[in-house]
């Protein structure tokens, strides 16, 4: 694994972090890439999954 994916793999473990992946390095890391149709229903979304948290 590669200094670049190696950090935002330790990103990613930042509650509210951002952070961009190629599908590529998403499918290295074994993540499901999931694309919203608009930057709302993104945020809707995350906005859901944090209150079932």
Do not use: C, H
């Not at 990103?11 to 890391?29: R, S």
């Not at 694309?35 to 229903?41: G, I």
């Amino acid at each position: 694994m590669n200094e670049i994916l190696e950090q935002k793999l330790i990103d990613l473990d930042i509650p509210g972090a951002v952070v961009e992946l190629t599908p590529d390095e998403a499918d290295i890391l074994g993540l499901q890439v999931e694309t919203a149709v608009s930057e709302e229903y993104a945020l809707n979304a995350r906005f859901d999954e944090v209150e079932d948290e």
